[in-house]
T-cell receptor, first 117, second 110 residues
Framework: DTGVSQNPRHKITKRGQNVTFRCDPISEHNRLYWYRQTLGQGPEFLTY????????KSRLLSDRFSAERPKGSFSTLEIQRTEQGDSAMYLC???????????????FGEGSRLTVL | EDKVVQSPLSLVVHEGDTVTLNCSYE??????LLWYKQEKKAPTFLFML????IEKKSGRLSSILDKKELFSILNITATQTGDSAVYLCAARNTGNQFYFGTGTSLTVIP
């Protein structure tokens, strides 16, 4: 499967614990995005990388959230001291570099569902 | 504040009906408008629109953009139960930021 891969697919944790999610984008894609989605809502932007550089981070994002993409390939999203309000689906998406040959759309992974008890 | 608003929030139709989903946007440095279909998994890409008035079509689905009035519509003709899903609209800006609406939940009854 050459799509965007995320793991774990499901994570149940107790409040106060740290969790880490991993995303492996499509190999030719230089842009990588993290979104959070709760029931009945659209994806909410968290952060965005171009290669290894984190270009933008949501102002709504707590300092408990951190993301890395150390070699410009896979990315990790860590949530420290989880709270019940962090329960959501965390979606990763990637896209090709801009060119006339592609539409620039995001390709999404299946998501990592977090439940904080 | 950049935002995307979709309407209606939910829709229930019978097979064979035609539906129109609406998306309005207010995004600085707007670049393109994208439609996605989300079943109980990852959103899948449907259309990208950059120019006003040019209809994109794929089978029973079509979409058009109005950059003057800042909205887009997605039409689905002769709906089938397999069209049941949440349809997401996203506006992309020149900084490659994508802003999503809350989605329209479509249910097609046999």
């Amino acid at each position: 499967d050459t799509g965007v891969s995320q793991n774990p697919r499901h994570k149940i944790t107790k409040r106060g614990q740290n969790v880490t999610f991993r995303c492996d984008p499509i190999s030719e894609h230089n842009r990588l995005y993290w979104y959070r989605q709760t029931l009945g809502q659209g994806p909410e932007f968290l952060t965005y990388f171009q290669n290894e550089a984190q270009l933008e981070k949501s102002r709504l994002l707590s300092d408990r959230f951190s993301a890395e993409r150390p070699k410009g390939s896979f990315s990790t999203l860590e949530i420290q001291r989880t709270e019940q309000g962090d329960s959501a689906m965390y979606l990763c998406a990637s896209s090709f570099p801009d060119s006339f040959a592609n539409t620039g759309e995001l390709f999404f992974g299946e998501g990592s569902r977090l439940t904080v008890l | 504040e950049d935002k995307v608003v979709q309407s209606p929030l939910s829709l229930v139709v019978h097979e064979g009906d035609t539906v129109t989903l609406n998306c309005s946007y207010e995004v600085t440095n707007f670049r393109s408008l994208l439609w996605y279909k989300q079943e109980k998994k990852a959103p899948t890409f449907l259309f990208m629109l950059t120019s006003s008035g040019i209809e994109k079509k794929s089978g029973r689905l079509s979409s058009i953009l109005d950059k003057k009035e800042l909205f887009s519509i997605l039409n689905i003709t002769a709906t089938q139960t397999g069209d049941s899903a949440v349809y997401l609209c996203a506006a992309r800006n020149t900084g490659n930021q994508f802003y999503f609406g809350t989605g329209t939940s479509l249910t097609v009854i046999p």
